[in-house]
């Protein structure tokens, strides 16, 4: 079996009709439309829109009322990874990469993969240092672009070694 895959999270009521504002984990709105069932059939989406601030609200059956969008808050959205389309060259699941052990392609251990970001231009790879310095930053970010990000698999990412440096 195979771990499910959060595309999004519930983070609150929307109206009192039993709607839920989304957190998206994924390309936006649409991507969630693909899916009807979430966290093993425990919720059935009857509709989903963008809410134009980088999220989405949502309807599901099992939710009737402001109280039973409440007490959703918190509960993340998950399908198995069959469910998913297959990748192309390149591209991966956030899931994939975070908590994977980061080295450099000097073969120097650098610390593990804490958060991946977008701001507009690329994808943003956060990692934590390890060990964890006393003074300086305990984090440092690396742009998901080939020079930077040399490659990773199921067991490690690995950067370029001047990227790592402090």
Not at 67 to 75: I, P, Q, V, W, Y
Not at 103 to 114: I, K, Q, Y
């Amino acid at each position: 079996m195979t771990t499910p895959v959060t595309l999004a999270a519930i983070i609150g009521a929307h109206g009192v009709a039993g709607e839920v504002r989304l957190k998206l984990f994924g390309e936006g709105a649409h991507t969630l439309s693909a899916h009807k069932s979430f966290n093993d059939g425990a919720l059935t989406m009857v509709k989903v829109r963008d809410d134009g601030k980088g999220g989405a609200i949502a309807r599901f059956v099992e939710s009737n009322s402001r109280g039973d969008a409440e007490k959703l808050r918190g509960t993340a959205l998950t399908v198995p990874r069959e469910a998913l389309p297959p990748l192309a060259e390149g591209e991966f699941y956030h899931a994939d990469v975070l908590g994977l052990p980061v080295v450099t392609d000097a073969g120097d251990t650098v610390g593990t993969v804490l958060a991946i970001e977008n701001f507009g231009a690329t994808d943003i790879i956060e990692i934590t240092r390890a060990p964890v310095p006393e003074k300086g930053p305990k984090t440092f970010m690396v742009p998901m672009i080939p020079t930077a990000v040399v490659g990773w698999d199921a067991e490690r990412l690995v950067i370029g070694a001047a990227f790592a440096e402090d």
